[in-house]
């Protein structure tokens, strides 16, 4: 089993910056692709980014040129850096942590953009 949990959602401004963190443990020699997804009340959850062991990214493209996933791999870490910030970005954001046997989810982190 693979336990995630994530910090650093909040409140924050149209244009502004947040950056999460998702920490991993448990079974986590398993782990091979970690990321982020977000869900909006009333909408269904959606990719924001993925990034493998190998280091390599995919990310929606609503976001692109915006977020950037990274891992620490050494610290069992995922990093989401949310830069340019719209209203339309406010979500409960989940960290995601996919195995052969199944995907794992954290418990979310609200992020809310308003002015």
């Known amino acids: 089993q693979v336990q995630l949990v994530e910090s650093g959602g909040g409140l924050v401004q149209p244009g502004g910056s947040l950056r999460l963190t998702c920490a991993a443990s448990g079974s986590i020699f398993g782990i091979n692709t970690m990321g982020w997804y977000r869900q909006a009340p009333g909408k269904q959850r959606e990719l924001v980014a993925e990034?493998?062991?190998?280091?390599?990214?995919i990310c929606a493209n609503s976001v692109k040129g915006r977020f950037t996933a990274s891992r620490d791999n050494a610290n069992n870490m995922v990093y989401l850096q949310m830069n340019s910030l719209k209203p339309d970005d406010t979500a409960t954001y989940y960290c995601t942590a996919l195995t052969i046997l199944q995907r794992y989810w954290g418990q979310g982190t609200q992020v809310t953009v308003s002015s």
């Open positions: 990034i493998t062991n190998g280091g390599s990214t």
